[in-house]
């Protein structure tokens, strides 16, 4: 009895990697057959690549003390050194300080609010999204705004800074009508 339980034991096993050998054999066959059936197809790759004020800060630490009422305005430029033309969204990074909150940004595409918001909103997925052309380069105005209502303390021992680091995602429209980042 025991020995009849050994050879449906073993039948099944050798059953079992029959099936697995034939499966593995069609599967290789369908990856060759499938490699070799794409042979006039040609795939191109591009590069994205954006210039964002050549690296340098929108604007420097300790350039402004703020004050209710004040308004700042720079200047900085975005440019697609893609291959290929590119969706841009802009935002801040490592946004840190007392005035994150408080503060009212601006991103102006000349007369154009193309972003409106404090700092601590303009976080990685903010509304500033827009479409830039090979080697196309546009000027935006980044706009600093202390509201005069703002109840956050002014001068003496209080600590009135704002950190931050502006960022540029881009991504190819080739390929991309949804703008996937």
């Given at each position: 009895?025991?020995?009849?339980?050994?050879?449906?034991?073993?039948?099944?096993?050798?059953?079992?990697?029959?099936?697995?050998?034939?499966?593995?054999?069609?599967?290789?066959?369908?990856?060759?057959?499938?490699t070799i059936s794409v042979e006039?197809?040609?795939?191109?790759?591009?590069?994205?690549?954006?210039?964002?004020?050549?690296?340098?800060?929108?604007?420097?630490?300790?350039?402004?003390?703020?004050?209710?009422?004040?308004?700042?305005?720079?200047?900085?430029?975005?440019?697609?050194?893609?291959?290929?033309?590119?969706?841009?969204?802009?935002?801040?990074?490592?946004?840190?300080?007392?005035?994150?909150?408080?503060l009212k940004v601006s991103v102006?595409?000349?007369?154009?609010?193309?972003?409106?918001?404090?700092?601590?909103?303009?976080?990685?997925?903010?509304?500033?999204?827009?479409?830039?052309?090979?080697?196309?380069?546009?000027?935006?105005?980044?706009?600093?705004?202390?509201?005069?209502?703002?109840?956050?303390?002014?001068?003496?021992?209080?600590?009135?800074?704002?950190?931050?680091?502006?960022?540029?995602?881009?991504?190819?429209?080739?390929n991309n009508p949804n703008r996937?980042?």
């Amino acid at each position: 009895m025991a020995n009849s339980k050994t050879v449906k034991r073993m039948n099944g096993a050798l059953l079992a990697i029959v099936f697995l050998s034939i499966g593995l054999c069609i599967t290789t066959f369908a990856l060759i057959y499938a490699t070799i059936s794409v042979e006039d197809n040609f795939f191109h790759t591009g590069d994205v690549k954006i210039n964002l004020n050549d690296g340098a800060p929108v604007i420097r630490e300790d350039e402004f003390l703020f004050e209710p009422g004040m308004t700042v305005e720079k200047p900085f430029f975005i440019k697609n050194e893609s291959t290929w033309d590119v969706y841009y969204k802009l935002y801040f990074d490592d946004v840190a300080g007392d005035l994150k909150d408080v503060l009212k940004v601006s991103v102006l595409d000349k007369d154009q609010v193309i972003y409106e918001g404090t700092p601590k909103k303009m976080t990685d997925n903010p509304p500033v999204d827009a479409c830039l052309r090979v080697g196309e380069q546009k000027t935006l105005t980044l706009r600093f705004y202390y509201p005069k209502e703002s109840t956050q303390p002014v001068g003496g021992n209080a600590a009135n800074h704002l950190y931050f680091t502006l960022h540029a995602k881009a991504v190819q429209t080739k390929n991309n009508p949804n703008r996937r980042f």
